[in-house]
């Protein structure tokens, strides 16, 4: 099943991959759970879901605890009223200055599918400043967000840094690290996704940190751009190497191959 939200790095198309290097274990932990797309097409008999996007997680803990009576609720911000600049606008407004965490979530959700290229991003102080995307009829998703509530019953879900979930493992977990992506070249900008940046110290700090864990019996495995650095921060782990065909530019016509690796520290 696809995730119900569009989200950057989103590892959707390479999941069998994935799977076919996860071990089994009681309990799968995801402290970079972003849209969710591993824990959605496994089946561990529980999960800890965790990210440093608050909006994410309180989304999922509306969506898990109500189901179809919140997915209802969202439905009404679906229409091709909504699907216009000005109303864009005024709605992110909203949801800027809201204290309601049920609007502002579903606000969340409307601002993905209308938003340019289903991007998160947030200013200095926090507000979200993504601009209006122009799609002809952006999609409601009802069948996906109804089997993201099934399949959350088994789920834990928390707003937190990724050291702190993965401090928090015992035996028996498994766990599955998907940080934002370090830069191709050591020039470039890293992605930030919530207002938080992760920069090399945290891709360093992931690495020592599931290298304990995997020295206490808890398998981790990892994955992120192939390039000397990873290659070098994660030289204790077993690195299987691939290709993903990716969308590089924002016009959706520029595609390129971007080597890829998972990293199993076991
Ligand atoms: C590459 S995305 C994960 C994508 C996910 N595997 C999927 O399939 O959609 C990285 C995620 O890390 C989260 N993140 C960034 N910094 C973090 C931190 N310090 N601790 C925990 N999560 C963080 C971002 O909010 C984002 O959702």
């Known amino acids: 099943m696809k995730p119900f939200l569009k989200w950057a790095g989103n590892k959707y198309k390479i999941v069998e991959r994935i799977k076919a290097l996860l071990p089994s274990g ?3 932990v995801e402290p970079f759970v972003g849209s969710g797309a591993l824990f959605l097409n496994t089946e561990y008999p529980r ?3 965790t ?3 608050a909006d994410l997680i309180t989304l999922y803990q509306h969506l898990q605890v109500e189901g179809e009576t919140f ?3 969202c439905r009404p911000l679906f ?3 909504n699907n216009d600049k000005d109303r864009y606008y005024a709605l992110r407004d909203e949801f800027n200055s809201t204290d309601d965490s049920r609007r502002k979530s579903a606000i969340f959700l409307y601002m993905n599918k209308h938003g340019y290229n289903g991007l998160c991003r947030y200013n200095m102080q926090g507000g979200f400043n993504v601009p209006f995307g122009r799609y002809k009829r952006p999609y409601f998703p009802e069948k996906e967000m109804l089997y993201f509530h099934q399949k959350s019953q088994n789920a834990i879900f928390q707003h937190a840094d990724f050291r702190v979930t993965m401090e928090s493992c015992a035996m028996g977990d498994v766990v599955y690290c998907d940080p934002p992506y370090v830069p191709l070249s050591n020039t ?3 992605t930030s996704y919530s207002s938080g940046g992760f920069g090399w110290e945290e ?3 992931l690495a020592t940190l599931a ?3 995997s020295a206490r019996g808890i398998p981790v495995l990892v994955s992120n751009h192939n390039t000397d650095f990873v290659q070098d921060i994660y030289s204790v782990a077993s690195i299987t190497e691939f290709d993903v065909q990716r969308y590089i530019s924002c016009d959706g016509e520029n595609r390129s191959k971007a080597a890829e690796l998972l990293a199993l520290f076991s």
């Open 47 to 49: 999960y800890l879901l």
């Open 51 to 53: 990210d440093a996007n």
């Open 203 to 205: 891709q360093k700090m």
């Open 188 to 190: 470039a900008n890293f």
């Open 211 to 213: 290298q304990s864990l």
């Open 26 to 28: 009681q309990r799968l």
């Open 71 to 73: 997915i209802e609720y």
């Open 79 to 81: 229409t091709p009223e």
